[in-house]
């Protein structure tokens, strides 16, 4: 069977598993993806116990036998699990969606017109390794200015925590950005103590950057040269992230060792790089805008 008649058939076992016809399957498929093999016989007394249900012993197996039937339940013996080929087509299905979601959010966000065949599709598996991502951009980006004053950096962000993570990096990329005359500006809407101790570092080094800004578009945006990098994160680092700016009343051993833990958690996020002159103007236009002396 092909991947994706197996998707297909992973989204016709999810779509009937919603009705109340199949609760039943549902319950079998949660107990077995926590408890396996079990027999049918165990699985039916769990099933009792946790979901009380009123199904008997000969229900639950007809169950059992329709889910085999369709691949999704494999039998050893007297014993049942879950398919592996099925968990992975699963999988693949999830990862599909998921990717599809972030398409779609993208195109809310930049519009219809944006020319998403320009638009290129990274996934990571980490925030770490995002970050290790945007260094060897930023350094390519530095390496490439001809020094004339004409390639600027922007951001929009939530809150930033680069330079409270890699301090000495962030100095030194710092100093290149000046020797390339290139300028740098940061948008980041929150204001605690902590966003505004990041601000106040960025400045000192150069790099223009502002609290409390609200950020209506609700997404990550960077601008590098004619390239406009949207970030979607995973919603619970974004929340983590945000209990972490709230709760450090500065940059202390603390923050950094809370932040740690999140960029070293194995989270996916999806990054959409755009390369359209309209928009890429228009957004960091928007950003410069809160820097120009009114």
């Known amino acids: 069977m092909s991947l994706s008649s197996n998707n297909l058939l992973v989204t016709n076992v999810l779509v009937q598993c919603n009705g109340n016809a199949t609760e039943a399957k549902d319950q079998v498929i949660s107990l077995l993806a926590e408890h396996f093999p079990l027999s049918a016989k165990k699985l039916y007394n769990l099933m009792k116990k946790r979901y009380l249900t009123g199904l008997t012993y000969h229900a639950v197996y007809k169950h059992l036998n329709e889910l085999a039937a369709k691949k999704v339940v494999i039998k050893n013996g007297t014993e049942y699990q879950l398919s592996g080929e099925w968990i992975k087509n699963l999988g693949a299905f999830a990862s599909s969606m998921e990717v599809n979601y972030a398409q779609k959010s993208a195109t809310r966000l930049l519009g219809d017109d944006s020319g998403m065949e320009n638009v290129r599709l990274l996934t990571f598996n980490s925030i770490r390794s995002f970050d290790g991502f945007l260094r060897r951009l930023k350094e390519s980006f530095v390496n490439d200015a001809s020094g004339d004053g004409k390639k600027v950096i922007c951001w929009q962000v939530d809150h930033s925590w680069w330079n409270i993570l890699y301090m000495q990096e962030q100095s030194e990329i710092a100093q290149k950005l000046k020797e390339k005359n290139i300028q740098s500006f940061f948008l980041i809407e ?81 990054v959409l790089m755009v390369k359209n002159p309209y928009m890429v103007e228009n957004y960091k236009e928007n950003i410069l805008s809160h820097f120009k002396a009114s």
Do not use: Q
């Open 190 to 270: 929150g204001d605690t103590k902590l966003d505004r101790w990041v601000a106040e570092f960025y400045n000192k080094n150069g790099i223009n950057a502002k609290t409390g800004i609200k950020n209506h578009t609700k997404a990550v945006l960077g601008v590098y040269g004619n390239t406009l990098i949207y970030t979607i994160y995973p919603p619970e680092m974004l929340t983590e992230i945000d209990s972490i700016f709230r709760d450090c009343k500065g940059f202390t051993d603390k923050a950094v060792g809370r932040l740690t833990d999140v960029m070293n958690k194995n989270m996916k996020l999806h």
